[in-house]
């Protein structure tokens, strides 16, 4: 049996989609869901008709990434594929950074209307959530580097144009190998 704890401005985006969080956990992969108000988790368990041993965990990764605040169809892909992870890191562990400079790092790295992070989701064929400080990646592992890498710079200062330009030759290296 698994607990996966639910934050509190994560608690309305579950009730409104919880038949989209139920339905996967149910049908594919056999586990027993329920939501416990008291303790605010969701708790997992195996039943007797599981048949995949790694269910649970699956199941656990794919509540948790719902949690963390990636989009339903997004944390799917957890079940779907096995090399998928997240990867979560706070801006303060790449540069200590307070008040207006804080705020302009975790500008940079949304940019306007969203279109750097969405660049870089693109680019590396990842997603990123950006959580106040906390920044979560969902992708393969490869992915998620080069995403990681890309946020850093941004948050060291880097301008926008310049992570551009480093990402487009990073994917057309990665166009190259496949």
Do not use: C
Request: aromatic share 6%; no cysteine.
């Amino acid at each position: 049996m698994r607990k996966v704890p639910i934050p509190p401005h994560r608690m309305a985006p579950l009730k409104g989609n919880w038949i989209k969080l139920y339905t996967p956990l149910v049908e594919h992969l056999k586990l027993q869901v329920r939501m416990n108000v008291k303790s605010k988790s969701v708790e997992l368990k195996t039943s007797p008709h599981t048949v995949d041993t790694g269910a649970l965990q699956k199941g656990t990764d794919f509540v948790r990434a719902f949690a963390l605040g990636f989009d339903i169809d997004d944390a799917l892909a957890l079940l779907r594929l096995d090399e998928l992870y997240i990867d979560s890191f706070e801006i303060k562990d790449v540069k200590t950074l307070h008040g207006d400079h804080l705020s302009r790092a975790i500008g940079r790295i949304a940019g306007k209307d969203g279109k750097t992070k969405f660049t870089i989701e693109n680019a590396t064929k990842t997603r990123i959530v950006l959580a106040d400080t906390r920044i979560h990646i969902l992708g393969s592992f490869q992915n998620i580097k080069i995403a990681r890498d890309a946020v850093v710079s941004l948050i060291l200062g880097s301008p926008p144009g310049k992570v551009y330009s480093t990402l487009r030759t990073i994917s057309a290296r990665m166009k190259e190998r496949f």
